[in-house]
């Protein structure tokens, strides 16, 4: 390993300093790096970059599954299957096809086809940015549309890193896969949470027994001949997210993917050879059909499924990269002497040109909405809200309710219980059914389309309540020429402060409501005037109103 610190050192070193730069003029950190490594290459071995960046994808991987809970995403996993089964076989189909007649061979041919179709869970995370936009439908959908393309990704890594491409080699190639995947299973399942008890909810114990699972998983994977990245998942997906004391192994996985994030993308950039004019015309081809026909096809499927334009579109932009699987799947067949190494030097270069343009288009993703919307040939906006919509056209002074979750049930069973008029706008199509039959009044639509809002009769509006914690949401609302009170959710009070300032009348911190209830509760047991009876009792009948209102 002595051979790798100095590439380590002038990754790090130089990567510092471009960072350090770009940060004063608003530069993206993905685009640095990936320059960065353009920059160095020449001072880095080949050998020495296929390695480090086959461990910083591992790595990455990893903390991709931990972060994967397919519990939240159960309500979008029909979806994802089919949206992510349309890019194999749609999508990565064409691009075979294509690839063919280029001239390239078979084999090549589903090289291209992979790199097309599958996105990079590791780009799409760092687009997500924080968590919060995971409780957002484009956020879940984005989330488990990687994860079903990671696990047909682990697929093609045991098939096409078998050592030959016969019916036993195989067999046992997939077969020692399965054996990692389900072991994972088994671990997530019955080991894990015993794991954390074992720890006495010592914080060092925790983070090291993640980091261990990583080093069993992948040691075990190394030595049954399987990939080091099939065991990096496996061991991310053994990992359950949510339990008490989790936070020590969230900010110990927290500074290692900054580690090994500036390793996979220097080494990506160290990767990109000066191309050839028949390696640069197909490098560019891949590019345009992964930034363009890809999203293009996304939309579409999405659409047809019942989703908004605005989610499909802000979806689809975060999968229009190249996948770091098909890196891999690329980097084990330059080793086995199975790829050309100019199809090789192609995806590399789509991969670096395509992860630079997604951080464009994610930071533009609302121009382009409007920009489509506004041409696609699909069912007509005002239509499409039309047919989804049921509001008295002379409904007036009532107060628009835009998400329906659990936050949004509480508010419209205040309305009905105070007899006040209300219009429900949602467009989480895992909601329409119940937006349909619980609701007098709903825009089944997105409020930043001027088409919802006329169908809401925001213009005639009291009250404007956004439950929805996403931002441009807000101060999309706040921004409107209207003389409706808004009352808008933040995550925490200096966010609150600056939206009292953009002009919202009310703003709902829920972790600050949560802990001021905590904080009386507590000032009324310590001062006595509620006994530890009848505050009990007095919750509890408070939990079984809260259930009955939402429905539980």
């Known amino acids: 390993m002595t051979e790798l610190l100095t590439p380590l050192a002038t990754i790090f070193v130089v990567s510092a300093v471009f960072l350090l730069a770009a940060k004063y003029v608003g530069i993206p950190s993905v685009p640095v790096y990936i320059v960065v490594g353009i920059l160095i290459a020449p001072l880095i071995g080949r050998g020495e970059t296929l390695v480090l960046a086959q461990f910083g994808i591992a790595f990455l991987v990893f903390v991709f599954g931990v972060y994967v809970e397919p519990e939240r995403l159960r309500l979008v996993a029909t979806d994802s299957e089919h949206i992510a089964a349309i890019q194999f076989l749609l999508i990565g189909g064409v691009a075979v096809a294509g690839a063919l007649l280029f001239g390239l061979r078979p084999l090549d041919a589903i090289y ?124 991310g ?197 119940a937006v349909r039959y619980e609701c007098d009044n709903y825009v089944f639509g997105d409020v930043m389309s001027d088409i919802t809002r006329e169908f809401a009769r925001v213009d005639r509006a009291q009250v404007l309540i956004s439950t929805t914690p996403d931002r441009r949401v807000t101060e999309y609302l706040l921004a409107l020429d209207s003389t409706s009170d808004v009352f808008v959710r933040a995550r925490t009070s200096d966010e609150a402060e600056s939206l009292y300032e953009a002009g919202a009348e009310y703003v709902m911190v829920p972790d600050d409501l949560a802990a001021g209830a905590l904080l009386e509760t507590l000032d009324s047991a310590l001062t006595g005037s509620v006994t530890p009876g009848g505050l009990r009792r007095s919750e509890q009948r408070s939990l079984r109103e809260f259930k009955r209102l939402n429905g539980r």
């Open 237 to 433: 997906a053994a990992i359950k997210l949510r339990f008490e004391g989790n936070l020590a192994l969230l900010n110990a996985l927290d500074s290692l993917e900054s580690f090994f994030t500036a390793i996979f993308f220097v080494t990506l950039g160290s990767l990109v050879a000066l191309p050839t004019i028949h390696t640069a015309l197909l490098a560019a081809s891949l590019t345009i059909f992964v930034v363009v026909v890809k999203p293009l096809v996304t939309i579409t499927a999405l659409v047809r499924r019942g989703y908004e334009v605005r989610t499909a579109t802000l979806t689809s932009l975060r999968l229009d990269q190249v996948s770091e699987f098909a890196l891999i799947i690329a980097i084990q067949a330059l080793i086995l002497d199975r790829i050309d190494p100019g199809v090789f030097d192609a995806i590399v270069l789509a991969a670096a040109a395509t992860m630079i343009t997604s951080t464009v288009t994610q930071q533009h993703d609302e121009r382009f909405f409007r920009w489509l919307d506004g041409w696609l040939p699909y069912e007509s906006a005002h239509e499409r809200t039309r047919n989804r919509s049921a509001v008295d056209p002379d409904i007036a002074e009532h107060v628009v309710v835009i998400g329906y979750g659990q936050l949004g049930r509480q508010v419209v069973r205040t309305c009905e219980q105070l007899g006040q008029s209300y219009v429900v706008v949602d467009h989480n199509p895992e909601e329409f059914d």
């Open 112 to 235: 291209i086809g992979i790199a097309t179709s599958l996105s990079s869970s590791l780009v799409g995370r760092e687009l997500l940015g924080e968590n919060i936009h995971l409780d957002l439908v484009y956020g879940r959908l984005t989330q488990s549309i990687h994860f079903v393309q990671d696990l047909f990704a682990v697929l093609f890594v045991l098939l096409l890193s078998a050592t030959a491409f016969e019916l036993d080699a195989i067999a046992v190639e997939l077969g020692y896969g399965v054996m990692v995947l389900v072991a994972a299973l088994f671990v997530r399942v019955y080991v894990f949470t015993q794991l954390v008890r074992l720890s006495t909810g010592s914080e060092e114990v925790i983070a090291l027994t993640g980091i261990a699972l990583l080093v069993v998983f992948v040691a075990g994977a190394e030595l049954l001949g399987v990939s080091i990245v099939v065991g990096a998942f496996a061991a």
